[in-house]
């Protein structure tokens, strides 16, 4: 059973940093494609950040871009966001997704979410 | 960027019912469009990809169609479950983005 599990959420100053982590089972990780969706209270939804399937290209949304850093842990089957200059607007559940296929950002898993505030 | 809007933002419906979802891209996507279904409190569920791919374990009374710019989500015939709200989401290009929602409400 694929299991993808967020941490590393909470309540930031602006300016500040946090680190998220996605933690992944039941599946190879290393094979697949993954990105961070995230979603304001009481909005819609995010894309933020993505590895490309094909050739393990980062990509960033404008809106973060140059303030959050995606990489990945094969070895440890874990996924990271690294999230710098945290600003109000940053605020939201931050879920970590499986894409379905290496050549398709269609996310076909998703973990729980993991909760950043920025004030 | 690609804009999606969705139509309606909202919609009330009976169970039994079909339910139709628009979602319109401000350029074209070929089939590269996804659909996500929302519960409160809960991550998105990949639905259909590929603008008309049912996804592995999704019940068939959810279908998809279109390409280029505009795309349909049908449910036919709502079941309790359903009520939720609904994303379309489009892969072609970056930033990848998503359409702003449907809530799908019981009458």
């Known amino acids: 059973e694929v299991q993808l599990l967020e941490s590393g959420g909470g309540l930031v100053q602006p300016g500040g940093s946090l680190r998220l982590s996605c933690a992944a089972s039941?599946?190879?990780?290393?094979?697949?494609?993954m990105s961070w969706v995230r979603q304001a209270p009481g909005k819609g939804l995010e894309w933020v950040s993505g590895?490309?399937?094909?050739?393990?290209?980062?990509y960033h949304a404008d809106s973060v871009k140059g303030r959050f850093t995606i990489s990945r842990d094969n070895s440890k089957n874990t996924l990271h966001l690294q999230m710098n200059s945290l600003r109000a607007e940053d605020s939201a559940v931050y879920y970590c997704?499986?894409?379905?296929?290496?050549?398709?950002?269609?996310?076909?898993?998703w973990g729980q979410g993991t909760l950043v505030t920025v004030s | 960027d690609i804009q999606m809007t969705q139509s309606p933002s909202s919609v009330s419906a009976s169970v039994g019912d079909r339910v139709t979802i628009t979602c319109r891209a401000s350029?074209?996507?070929?089939?590269?469009l996804a659909w996500y279904q929302q519960k409160p409190g809960k991550a998105p569920k990949l639905l259909i990809y590929?603008?008309?791919s049912l996804q592995s374990g999704v019940p068939s009374r959810f279908s998809g169609s279109g390409s280029g710019t505009d795309f349909t989500l049908t449910i036919s015939r709502l079941q309790p479950e359903d009520f939720a709200i609904y994303y379309c989401?489009?892969?072609?290009?970056?930033?990848?983005?998503f359409g702003q929602g449907t809530k799908l409400e019981i009458k």
């Open positions: 997704a499986k894409h379905r296929t290496a050549g398709a950002w269609y996310f076909d898993y």
């Open positions: 039941g599946f190879t990780f290393s094979n697949y494609a």
């Open positions: 590895f490309s399937g094909s050739d393990d290209s980062t």
């Open positions: 350029q074209g996507i070929s089939s590269w």
């Open positions: 590929g603008a008309s």
């Open positions: 989401q489009q892969a072609n290009s970056f930033p990848r983005t």
